[in-house]
C-alpha cells in the first residue's frame, strides 16, 4: 500500500518530482534575490544590522524545517501544517493551523503580484499596475494548470536567472567596497534583541516558501524523508545567500543613518546600494529581476503550494468539495489553482488602490505562517513524544522547543497591526470551526486510526 493510501486517500496526483525539482522548487519560492525588494525596511528595522537579522532568521527557519521533515515521515502527504497538527494533535487544531496558514499561502501571491506589478510599472509607467497583475496572473495560471511538471521546468530556469543576476550584483559590488566591517552584522552602539527581531518578523518574508515543499509530498516519487533533506538544504543555501547579499548592499548604502531613522517607504534601498555600486544600469537590473522574480518565478510556485493546501483540506470536506477535484488529463487540482488566480487577482487589485498596501500584506502574511509554525512544533511532541513514547530527545523535543521559543519571541515582537489583524482572522477560523461541528460537518482525517509511520 502507497504512502498515501495508508491514510484512507487516493494517489491522484501525479509522482513524478526528484530531489532536484523539490530543493529548485524551494529555493524559487524564497527567492536567491528576495530581500532586494524588503532591505530597506530590514536595514531599518534592525538599526542597519541587517545581516545579523537574516542570520537570526534563517536559525529560527532551520528549528522549523527540522521540526517539519519529522512530521513528514511520518505523514507523508499534501497538506503542510493543516495535515501534520491535525494527525499529530487533533483534526480540529489540524483545521485552525490550517486556516491561519491559509492567511500566508491565500495572501502571497497577491502580495508577489502586487509587488511584482509596481515594480514593472515604475520601469514602465505607461502600463498600469492593475495590467500588470492580470498579466502576471494569467501567465502563472496557465503554467499551472498544465502540470507541476511544466511548472517544475520553468522554475528551473528562472532560478538560473536570478542567480546569474545575484552573482553580477555581488562581483560588481564586492569591487567597490572600499571599508568592509562588521556592521550589518553586529553594531554595538545599536544592539537590542527586542529590535533585532523586530526585524526578523520582516525578514522571514524571504524564507517563507521552504515549507511549501512539503505540499508537493504527493508528488514526490522519492521516499519520504527526501522532502525534510530539501527543505533543510533549500534554506540553508538560501539563508547564506541572503546574508551575503545584505552584508554586502548594507555597506553601499548611501545614507544609513538616513534610512535607519526614516525607513524605505519607496522600497528602493537596494537598488540604490546597486547604483553605488555599479550606475544606473546595475539598479535597473535588480529592480527587474526583482520584478519577474517575485511576479512570475515566486508567484508560480506560491500558487501551486496554496492550491495543494485547499485540496488537502477540501478532500477532508473541511473547504467546499469542488475545491477537491483535480483535472483528469494534467493531474492537477484544477478548481483549486485557479480559485487561487482569481482570489489573488481580487486582493491585488484592492491592495494597489491602498497606500499601505504592500506593507499590510507583508505583515499578515509573516503573522500566519509563523503563527501555524507555533502549532507544527508542539505537533511534533505531542505525535512522537507524548503518543509514542520517543525518547530520541534532540529531534523530538529540544529542537521543537527551541523552535517554539524563538518563533513565539519574533510573533510577541511583531508589527502591532499584524497582530490585531491575525488573532481576528484566527477568531473567524474559530466561528467557522463551530459552525462546522453545529452543522455536523466536525474535521475527521481520513484514517486516523490506521497505522502511522512514526
Sequence with gaps: MGDVERFGYRQELSRSLSFGDLLTYGLIFMVPIAPFGIFGSVFSGSGGMVALAYAVGMV??????????????????????YSYAGRGIAPPVGFLAGWVIL????????????????????LVPGIPVWLWLVAFVALNTVVNYFGIKMTARVTKVMLIAELIVLVVFLVVAIAAVDDWSFAPLYDAHRFEWSVVFGAVSIAVLSFLGFDGISMLAEESREEARTIGRAMVA????AGTLFIVQTWVAALLVPDAAGLIANGDAEG??????????????????????????????????????????????????????????????????ANAT????????????????????????????????????????????????????????????????????????????ADIAAQVLGFAWLGVGIIVLISLYATGRRPVLAGMNEGTDA
Excluded: E
Design 234 to 237: 533549500a534554506l540553508l543555501l
Design 338 to 413: 485557479l480559485v487561487v488566480a482569481a482570489l489573488s487577482l481580487a486582493l491585488g487589485l484592492y491592495m494597489a488602490s491602498r497606500d499601505d498596501g504592500i506593507s499590510l500584506l507583508s505583515t499578515l502574511v509573516n503573522f500566519g505562517a509563523m503563527t501555524a509554525f507555533l502549532a507544527l512544533h508542539v505537533a511534533v511532541v505531542v505525535h512522537y513524544v507524548v503518543r509514542n513514547g520517543s525518547r530520541d530527545w534532540w529531534r523530538h523535543l529540544v529542537v521543537p522547543v527551541l523552535g517554539f521559543a524563538i518563533l513565539l519571541y519574533v510573533v510577541i515582537n
Design 103 to 122: 492567511l500566508d499561502y491565500v495572501l502571497v501571491p497577491g502580495l508577489l503580484y502586487l509587488v511584482a506589478g509596481v515594480a514593472m510599472h515604475s
Design 60 to 81: 529560527a527557519m532551520m528549528f522549523t524545517a527540522l521540526s517539519y521533515a519529522q512530521m513528514v515521515k511520518a505523514f507523508p502527504m499534501a497538506g503542510s501544517v
Design 268 to 333: 528602493t534601498a537596494f537598488y540604490d546600494a546597486a547604483r553605488v555600486a555599479g550606475g544606473g544600469w546595475l539598479a535597473t537590473l535588480t529592480a527587474l529581476a526583482t520584478a519577474i522574480a517575485w511576479g512570475f518565478a515566486n508567484s508560480l510556485v506560491a500558487q501551486a503550494a496554496t492550491s495543494r493546501l485547499l485540496y488537502a483540506m477540501a478532500r477532508d470536506r473541511q473547504m467546499p468539495r469542488f475545491l477537491s477535484r483535480i483535472n483528469d488529463r494534467h493531474r492537477v487540482p
